[in-house]
């Protein structure tokens, strides 16, 4: 059995994503990692990081990101394909940049898959996710926040990423144009598999993250629809993450490969642990929502939990 790991990004470490220990943290389990590195800034240390690892397990596919023939995000699934075809493992493990697996997972994932391995009608593996947000002891846990995400695959040619690479699916004959195709496309028949995904996607200095957003934005709307709103001065120099004593803390211990990001944490003083919610800054949050605020209360105390209309871009088999 063979494991490939796969990533993409471009500006990755001038925007504060850890490609580098995400990639660490499950280079143990897989046999090679394959990273799609886009046409980044002259400022941006992404690929000086990743050498830094040193392992000829690791192999870079330079490409050039264009956001008008992908647009609304496309660009992302895109990349995302672009590494999966060079992957050369039974099973592809796709971390985004900003995604890392705890050491004590590795094993239980390595036997999932050992056992999965002949079983085709398993065509994916769902996990768990933590969703850190402002720092590394909370947590988003409402509804609109994924809970569960399909991260190995097969190595399948119609398997594809979809959308803005958050997820896949089967499109046979897909012309490798519109990531965001509905007719055509099948959700992928996939096996749980005990382990969590750690997202710190929304962990960064203020300033830092409301520069990520606009850039993310620009991927998904434009950049005319992002210098209106500047314009409009809808993008206070800091991101507000909002009275983080209302989320939950986390309790585990992190990925000992990210120890040394953890380390760089330095903008506590700019977090807040009193007050309002950030539903009042200039572009509200969608969980911040008064509309999702409600359903998410509903959920947690009406309904143990159960999520209304939860989003699965998967058919869960029972294995």
């Known amino acids: 059995m063979k494991i490939s790991g796969f990533s993409m990004g471009r500006n990755a470490h001038k925007l504060y994503y850890p490609l580098r220990y995400a990639i660490e943290s499950v280079l143990p389990l897989v046999d090679e990692f394959v990273v799609a590195l886009g046409d980044s800034d002259a400022d941006d240390t992404t690929r000086e990081e990743i050498e830094k690892i040193g392992s000829n397990k690791i192999r870079i596919i330079d490409t050039v990101w264009d956001i008008e023939k992908y647009p609304r995000g496309m660009e992302h699934a895109h990349q995302t394909d672009i590494a999966k075809a060079h992957c050369t493992g039974d099973?592809?493990?796709?971390?985004?940049?900003?995604?890392?697996?705890?050491?004590?997972?590795?094993?239980?994932?390595?036997?999932?898959?050992?056992?999965?391995?002949?079983?085709?009608?398993?065509?994916?593996?769902?996990?768990?996710?933590?969703?850190?947000?402002?720092?590394?002891?909370?947590?988003?846990?409402?509804?609109?926040?994924?809970?569960?995400?399909?991260?190995?695959?097969?190595?399948?040619?119609?398997?594809?990423?979809?959308?803005?690479?958050?997820?896949?699916?089967?499109?046979?004959?897909?012309?490798?144009?519109?990531?965001?195709?509905?007719?055509?496309t099948y959700k992928l028949k996939v096996a749980s598999v005990d382990a969590w995904i750690y997202h710190y996607g929304w962990?960064?200095?203020?300033?830092?993250?409301?520069?990520?957003?606009?850039?993310?934005?620009?991927?998904?709307?434009?950049?005319?629809?992002?210098?209106q709103k500047i314009k409009d001065a809808k993008y206070p120099e800091y991101f507000d993450f909002g009275n983080l004593s209302r989320l939950p803390e986390f309790i585990g211990s992190h990925p000992k490969v990210l120890e040394p990001w953890i380390a760089r944490f330095?903008?506590?003083?700019?977090?807040?642990?009193?007050?309002?919610?950030?539903?009042?800054?200039?572009?509200?949050?969608?969980?911040?929502?008064?509309?999702?605020?409600?359903?998410?209360?509903?959920?947690?105390k009406l309904l143990s939990g159960r999520r209304l209309g939860e989003f699965r871009n998967y058919h869960l088999l029972k294995r």
């Open 203 to 227: 962990v960064r200095p203020p300033a830092v993250m409301q520069n990520k957003i606009k850039v993310f934005t620009t991927n998904h709307q434009g950049e005319d629809f992002v210098n």
């Open 266 to 300: 330095d903008w506590q003083d700019q977090l807040r642990y009193t007050g309002p919610s950030a539903s009042q800054v200039p572009i509200a949050m969608k969980h911040d929502k008064p509309r999702y605020r409600l359903i998410s209360w509903v959920e947690k």
């Open 91 to 184: 099973w592809l493990f796709y971390l985004q940049s900003d995604e890392l697996v705890h050491e004590q997972f590795l094993p239980v994932i390595r036997q999932r898959c050992e056992e999965l391995l002949d079983d085709h009608e398993v065509e994916g593996l769902l996990f768990n996710y933590h969703h850190f947000w402002g720092d590394y002891r909370h947590l988003q846990d409402n509804h609109c926040w994924y809970r569960r995400e399909i991260r190995i695959i097969r190595n399948d040619p119609e398997i594809h990423s979809w959308e803005s690479a958050q997820s896949f699916r089967r499109i046979p004959g897909f012309d490798g144009n519109n990531y965001r195709q509905q007719e055509g």
